[in-house]
């Protein structure tokens, strides 16, 4: 079975994630990197948030921790 992923990148990069969330109107403030940031800083918790683009080129970022 064969992943319709080109490329996965963990942790997410912020530059990258910023821009996919300013081409999505939808995003919740639960998707950011700062909401995660906050996450990190007040818990025992580490960055996993996931980065993965498809052969077509689209990204899609799943914040993780």
Do not use: K
């Given at each position: 079975?064969?992943?319709?992923?080109?490329?996965?990148?963990?942790?997410?990069p912020?530059?990258?994630?910023?821009?996919?969330?300013?081409?999505?109107?939808?995003a919740?403030?639960?998707?950011?990197?700062?909401?995660?940031?906050?996450?990190?800083?007040?818990?025992?918790?580490?960055?996993?948030?996931?980065?993965?683009?498809?052969?077509?080129?689209?990204?899609?970022?799943?914040?993780?921790?």
């Open positions: 079975m064969s992943s319709n992923f080109a490329d996965v990148i963990s942790p997410a912020r530059d990258v994630w910023e821009d996919v969330l300013a081409h999505d109107s939808h919740l403030i639960s998707q950011t990197p700062a909401w995660l940031d906050t996450i990190c800083a007040t818990e025992n918790y580490r960055d996993a948030s996931r980065l993965y683009r498809t052969a077509d080129g689209r990204q899609m970022v799943l914040p993780l921790v």
